[in-house]
């Protein structure tokens, strides 16, 4: 198991030797490097949507030499390799996933296309779903039953489940899930199953519902079980030849990856269940979040991480992140442990223009690392955020991400004036910043969802400006947001990059249990919680961690009786104390719902451990303060907002600015992989660990 971590903490793993953490987003690879003083060095490069694996290589040619190594020599000498990389989830968005098949218990073949039976929209009558990943003839029945009390009815039928496996091989199946009624109760019909298709049809992707999901419902079940089985082959395949590339170029411990829950993993740990990759980079955040909690002095933080084609946000509250186990991607439900993250097709490279009705879009699409933004010059012609930023002054070409790309200002304007600005007869620049500001109308839904929604007040966070696009909507969605500050880290743009580094090795266990609160079998659960930890436990010490390393974290899953849905709330892990737990229960269901039932039944749904590795955190930084007041590089046109329009604007080079230096807006920071924009009124001032704290003047009105 790698190392990780500068200075060591007590029962956290010291690391020796360089760590670095990479990010493969839909624009850009990113890149951290920490050197075994604690220096951290960030590069950034376009990433490879054809091959995801070249854009992690493209990204160590580079740093290698700027750290004064080889690439051979920077991968022996590293004691840890983390990435995130949204290879399962593209897979799934690019329905390029493997030929699955499907067994399940006769009479429930259709439940995978019925669902939960609900339209999502009532007034919506064309197909209201996605396409099923696995087609109807590739859902073989087999004959035999579990009970609802986990009791066997019938035995399975194993000829059924021959014809099947001939079946599969006939029609080119590459993956198989094995998904069958009850199997949460008890998993031998399942596991019987999968060791006579290992016998006859002979693939080695077999997912069983009732080990990657043990829980009650059964379309949830079978629908993780079958987005499993279709990421399987091209994820697992992608991570073994990256694992084995990077061991060939001298890399001699394996990288770890960034699953749904913020955690990392070994890749051979996560070939099973590859489906808890598809919030691999974003999730990373969450080890962010609480890296730069530290430096702000708080633990009410909402992250805005802004690429260049999406948006992510996260919400920490008194320094717990939310997770969620009900995650639905491109509208695709799966049942893993996750942080809750919501994300909306809002970024640098996020597309513009005009519809039908003579109105101004912006998004969801994007222009993706290829063509990208017109400015980039490689053949995008539809203007996109980053085009509009340029328009507007904010970005300076020669500085735009690091260098590593140039941009054209020119082309930007053309792209602009003939897609948006002649179709709706503005001037370029009322287009550009129309643009902007319908862009931070949904960012600011999106911090809204996970903050207002969820029965939080934004008013008192700070909100977290990050990614490459991040800071320069930072300051204006945190006004209207009525935050009173905004918190940009220095390496804004390497934000989840970074986050890897500061992960620990986390595995999520859980187990159905049915039974009232108030007179609950405890010492049956005792039982089933002293098995989940066995799991726990067993599975960290292969990976290497014992003893003081180890954090083990118990919860149940509550709910009034005649609910549907669960709230997760975390126990001690030495009594149980009903009151205590009701006590907690109601305070989240007040939280969360604004109301509770005093008299209500409340009962427990699952059993949840929680086994974590600790690998020690990251050191701040600790720059050198300032000498003298901070100097602009120049004075450049930048329009600010629509009431100041062009003005003669101050421009700072980031890596000049020192702690206790202090700016007033308007300004423009320049950094080497982001641009940070201080609106009039607001005054940024540069922290002890070097990053940027924007206090906000209160939103005006127009």
Known sequence: ??????????????????????????????????DPYGTIHVFKVPSVPADPAEGVLDALARAAPAVGLGVSDLLRSSALVAHGSTIATNTLLEKKGARVGCLTTDGFRDSLEIRRGIRENPWEHRVPYPPVLVPRYLRRPV?????????????????????????????????????????????????????????????????????????????????????????????????????????????????????????AVSVEQVAERPVTLLLSGPAAGVGALGYYARAIGSEDLISMEIGGTSCDVILMAGGKVAFTDQLEIDRYHVVIPSVEVHTIGAGGGTIAGVDAAGLL???????????????????????????????????????????????????????????????????????????????????????????????????????????????????????????????VPRLSGAFCALGMLHADVRHDYVRVWLDRLDGADVAGMSTIFAELKQQATATLAREGFTGAETRLTRALDLRYIGQQWDITVPI????????????????????????????????????????????????????????????????????????????????????????????????????????????????????????????LRPERPL
């Open 361 to 487: 879009f912006v998004g969801p699409g994007g222009a993706g690392a290829v063509p990208g933004p017109a400015c980039y010059g490689r053949g995008g012609s539809a203007p996109t955020i980053t085009d509009a930023q340029l328009v507007l002054g904010r970005l300076k070409p020669e500085t735009y991400a690091g260098g590593a790309i140039r941009i054209d200002a020119a082309l930007a304007e053309r792209a602009v004036d003939e897609v948006v600005a002649k179709p709706l007869k503005l001037s370029r620049e009322a287009a550009a910043a129309g643009m902007i500001r319908l862009m931070e109308q949904k960012l600011l839904h999106a911090v809204q969802r996970i903050s207002i929604e969820r029965g939080h007040d934004p008013r008192r966070f700070t909100l977290v400006a990050c990614g490459g696009a991040g800071p320069l909507h930072g300051a204006e969605v945190g006004r209207r947001l009525g935050c009173r500050r905004v918190y």
């Open 143 to 263: 004959a035999g039953r579990i009970d609802a009390d986990g009791s066997e009815l019938a035995p399975l039928a194993l000829g059924d489940v021959a014809d099947a496996a001939r079946r599969f091989r006939d029609e080119g199946v590459e993956a198989v899930a094995i998904c069958l009624f009850n199997s949460f109760l008890d998993p031998e019909h399942e596991q019987k199953a999968a060791d006579e298709l290992a016998r006859l049809w002979g693939g080695e992707w077999i997912t069983l519902s009732s080990r990657l999901a043990p829980i009650m419902g059964e379309y949830e079940r079978s629908s993780t079980a079958v987005m499993n089985a279709y990421v399987a082959p091209r994820t697992v395949g992608y991570l073994r030849g990256l694992n084995e590339r990077l061991a060939a170029l001298g890399l001699k411990r394996p990288i770890l990856l960034i699953q749904n829950n913020g955690g």
């Open 572 to 695: 001690a892990a030495d009594s149980h104390d009903p009151r205590a737990i009701r006590r907690a229960f109601e305070a989240e269901h007040d939280r969360l719902f604004g109301h509770t039932q005093p008299d209500g039944t409340i009962e427990i749904t699952k059993l949840r451990v929680t086994g974590i590795g600790a690998l020690a955190p990251l050191g701040l930084p600790k720059p050198a303060r300032a000498t003298g007041a901070p100097q602009p590089i120049e004075r450049r046109r930048v329009w600010l907002d629509d009431r100041t329009g062009w003005a003669e604007t101050p421009v700072y080079d980031g890596a000049r600015l020192a702690p206790d230096h202090a700016i007033d807006g308007p300004a423009v920071i320049n950094e080497a992989t982001m641009t940070v924009l201080i609106g009039t009124g607001d005054r940024l001032d540069v922290d002890a660990a070097g990053n940027f704290m924007i206090t």
């Open 1 to 34: 198991m790698p190392d990780a971590g500068s200075p060591a903490s007590s029962g956290a793993r010291a690391a020796s030797g360089w760590r670095i953490g990479v990010d493969i987003g839909g624009t850009f690879t990113d890149l951290v490097a920490v």
